[in-house]
């Protein structure tokens, strides 16, 4: 570690939707996967015990304590490799078992920034991503003026301070394919709702479905929430935390993600998600924005890394979409069966598409639509 300690490695600093992370070639990163992970781990400033990330770039949020590695792929059908790790903030874990959506969004911009595919004519780029966590394909439309890659524009997001370019994703066949990965099929119990048995609380009913990274839908009110919390009345009840934690975890089990509830709780913090969803109604979001219950279709909140999320993570709207999309969840019994959605959260509204066909063997998404923008806040040398 000493080498990169003193020479740094060269890497980009962007901002991807409602996230933040660091980017780095893959290929300029220890092979082994252990020193791998305690280098980037550093670079980020944890293990902290103080929960800050002060000795590094985190920003001791889920949000903000995140490492994409990107690399030219080999395949015929992607043009670049993308994987992408969930930092702890106290401890040296990474999770590596999802994506994360909002910083797709940064995948395609970074891939040029980093020299990794030439910048071509025209006024965009259609970059094909191949998501290696998951095992699936994103196409990117990244907007291009002069031979760069144009980051200006009118496009706001909920959640973002600024106006940015807009920045289409297809989230292609998100649903896992059955021989490929721990995960079973879009629903991978094989039902549309599950009774779910956590260590804390009461039973619950959960819509456990895979598509982007694995969810867990459940009820606003069968918490006893309203669905139009933020964060200080989420994160500031603990007792509410552990239950949300527990339900998670059995739903991380049920789905045949972990072994055990210890299990889905300290090796795989990441995902699944967990949301809980209510009917539209008038709410207040945190920037002190009305939104009317006419401008959405649910209200929805979702945790990520043990918090509730300060707007709503990209994988988590594909798979709530998804929900909605195919009848008979909990999703699409309170917002109805629809293709396009548009999600009430805490920072304001998502809009997010999915296709979805049922088969011979079930239902199954064909896709996933969204748009984000992404911007370039740093490039250099950062030291371990």
Not at 129 to 152: C, D, F, S, T
Request: with cysteine.
């Amino acid at each position: 570690m000493m080498s990169y300690t003193h020479s740094g490695i060269e890497a980009l600093w962007m901002r991807g939707g409602t996230s933040k992370g660091l980017f780095l070639r893959a290929a300029d990163l220890p092979e082994d996967a252990t020193a791998r992970s305690l280098l980037l781990a550093r670079l980020l400033g944890s293990p902290d015990p103080y929960k800050a990330q002060i000795d590094g770039l985190g920003g001791a949020t889920s949000s903000t304590s995140k490492v994409v590695l990107l690399a030219r792929s080999a395949r015929a059908d992607a043009d670049i490799d993308y994987l992408f790790g969930q930092v702890s903030i106290d401890t040296a874990h990474i999770d590596w078992s999802g994506n994360c959506g909002n910083l797709s969004a940064a995948v395609g911009p970074a891939a040029f920034h980093l020299g990794l595919l030439p910048v071509p004519q025209g006024d965009h780029a259609i970059v094909r991503i191949w998501q290696m966590n998951i095992g699936k394909h994103i196409l990117a439309r990244v907007p291009l003026a002069h031979g760069q890659v144009q980051e200006q524009g009118e496009f706001m997001l909920d959640g973002v301070a600024f106006a940015a370019a807009p920045i289409e994703l297809t989230f292609v066949d998100p649903a896992p394919d059955d021989d490929v990965g721990d995960a079973r099929g879009l629903f991978p119990t094989g039902r549309l709702i599950d009774r779910l048995e956590p260590a804390v609380g009461m039973p619950i009913d959960a819509t456990l479905i895979t598509a982007g990274n694995p969810t867990v839908i459940v009820r606003a009110a069968d918490l006893c929430l309203v669905g139009d919390e933020l964060q200080p009345q989420i994160n500031g009840d603990a007792a509410l935390l552990s239950r949300l934690e527990a339900i998670r975890a059995a739903g991380s089990v049920a789905m045949g993600l972990a072994e055990s509830l210890e299990a889905a709780t300290h090796s795989r913090p990441a995902t699944p998600k967990i949301a809980f969803i209510a009917p539209p109604a008038r709410y207040i979001s945190s920037a002190g924005k009305t939104i009317e219950a006419s401008e959405i279709d649910l209200l929805a909140r979702i945790l990520s890394m043990g918090k509730l999320h300060h707007a709503f993570t990209g994988t988590g709207s594909v798979g709530l979409a998804a929900a909605c999309a195919v009848p008979g969840t909990i999703a699409s019994q309170i917002a109805g069966q629809r293709a396009h959605l548009r999600i009430g959260h805490t920072s304001g509204v998502l809009a997010v598409g999915a296709k979805a066909e049922q088969r011979a063997d079930g239902w199954t998404v064909t896709e996933a639509t969204m748009t984000r923008s992404a911007r370039r806040l740093m490039q250099g040398r950062v030291f371990g």
